[in-house]
């Protein structure tokens, strides 16, 4: 049956009330198409802007790293707390119940383990699976100054062709040799070439030192790495130093799951992150949700 409506008069068009045209939260992110945007839109928290992402892809060159031996026991119950797990779609496929509704950050570079140089690696997962998997963003690792540094680039800006295709973006994961200095100069040359040849968000570790002129020389969203284990309140001291500072969010590991309670210390870093509470604060949260069991 054909509707009749539309030719009756006294429809509301609101005709003297433009249409609203959004502008994308997330910087340097506004001329994506909308794929892309509703994937980041999944990853980074559109109220505030960032995001508390888990890395747990560790065991992708190192095995069953410290507190990931069991998945299954020690990382599932720390999902629901964070807006993205970073992980191998090996863990994923395994552990991850198809049912949570966190976004996936997707290692898709790799083929290196801790016994060789790490900066050889190549991409090591199809686009199709990719998108199979239904992630919103795909990691690969960048070795700026590394020994394969020129393959690393051209890993990246390979994702960044394929995902564009599709509508996923890149991190770009910024790795550190041994012998490099880890100073905000650094940092800068590392993640400027990253968003300069197309990654669409950077991961990145912070410096005390001059952070605030690595967020500011790069165009596209930064993100924390975590890093060693360290005590929980320097943890959390670092992740608000690198939000105040210009980072949109963080992508922690060791500093989360290495916690004594897990559980708290996620939420004390998402208080850091997504309340701007201060480290204090957040150190009392933790400490009273340890307490809580
Ligand atoms: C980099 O090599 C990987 O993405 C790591 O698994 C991740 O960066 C480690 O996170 P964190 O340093 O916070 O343990």
Redesign the pocket.
Known sequence: MPDMDDIKDGKSYHADVPQKCETFFLKGSNALDWGMKNRLARIFNPVSGRTVML?I??GYFQGPTTGLERVDINILPLAPHADSL?LTRGILRSIIPPSLTRSIVLRVSGGTSILKELSNEQIAVDIEDSIRLNVCAM?V?VFIGGEHERESIINMTKMVDIGTRYGIPTLA?T?VGKEMARDARYFRLATRICAELGAHYIKTYYVEKGFESVTASCPVPIVM???KKIPELDALTMAYRAVQEGASGV?????IFQAEAPVAMIQAVRAVVHANETPEKAYALYQTLKNQG
């Not at 992508?251 to 500093?255: A, F, K, P, T, V």
């Open positions: 890395a892809d560790h970073m990691a690792q994961v790795a790495a975590g890093g992508d922690m590991g060791r500093n």
